[in-house]
Nanobody, 121 residues
Framework: QVQMVESGGGFVQAGESLKLSCTTSGLEFDNYAMTWFRRRPEKEREGVAA????????YYADSVKGRFTISQDNAKNTVYLQMNSLKPEDTALYYCAAGGIGLSRRTYKNWGQGTQVTVSS
């Protein structure tokens, strides 16, 4: 059974940084696309950053490009999201997902429970 656990969320002020982690089990890690999604207040769940674990190719939403970086540690079966220059509009519940295509949420079947990020002005 696939299990995905997010951690690293917290409460920060605008301009500060956080690093999220997604640790997985039950996956053949190198053969899956791993993606961070988020759900902001009054918004649908949206793709933030994706990485193809076999190739290392990454994709980012325009709203976070230049501020967020996705990376992986295959030895630990873990994917990270480094978030710099955080803005209040980044406040959301952040989810890790596996097995889909890029940032397209309807293609993903495996999801974690999420970790909360709150950014104050």
């Amino acid at each position: 059974q696939v299990q995905m656990v997010e951690s690293g969320g917290g409460f920060v002020q605008a301009g500060e940084s956080l690093k999220l982690s997604c640790t997985t089990s039950g996956l053949e890690f190198d053969n899956y696309a791993m993606t961070w999604f988020r759900r902001r207040p009054e918004k649908e769940r949206e793709g933030v950053a994706a990485i193809y674990t076999g190739s290392g190719i990454t994709y980012y939403a325009d709203s976070v490009k230049g501020r967020f970086t996705i990376s992986q540690d295959n030895a630990k079966n873990t994917v990270y999201l480094q978030m710099n220059s955080l803005k209040p509009e980044d406040t959301a519940l952040y989810y890790c997902a596996a097995g889909g295509i890029g940032l397209s949420r309807r293609t993903y079947k495996n999801w974690g429970q999420g970790t909360q990020v709150t950014v104050s002005s």
